[in-house]
């Protein structure tokens, strides 16, 4: 003998359908949520930042400055500020 009432189910059957559901929509976001968050701190540079001899000589490297400024703005970095 089948134990519903009629031909509902009862408040148990209708709590773990719930429950069910809850699971499945939390697994199912938590999941995507693995999928697409960055991972670990590996975009993130380690040691200290860049000093501005380093930034400078980056941007020559890439081509944004050439040589004449290059050393300009190495020299204005290098001079003593006079008051």
Do not use: C
């Amino acid at each position: 003998m089948m134990h519903w009432y009629g031909n509902d189910i009862n408040a148990w059957g209708w709590l773990g359908m719930t429950l069910g559901m809850v699971a499945f929509w939390g697994l199912l976001g938590t999941a995507i949520f693995m999928l697409v968050r960055p991972t670990g701190r590996g975009s993130q540079p380690s040691g200290p930042p860049p000093t501005p001899e380093q930034i400078l000589a980056g941007r020559f490297a890439r081509g944004e400055i050439d040589d004449t400024e290059f050393h300009a703005k190495l020299s204005a970095l290098h001079a003593e500020v006079r008051s």
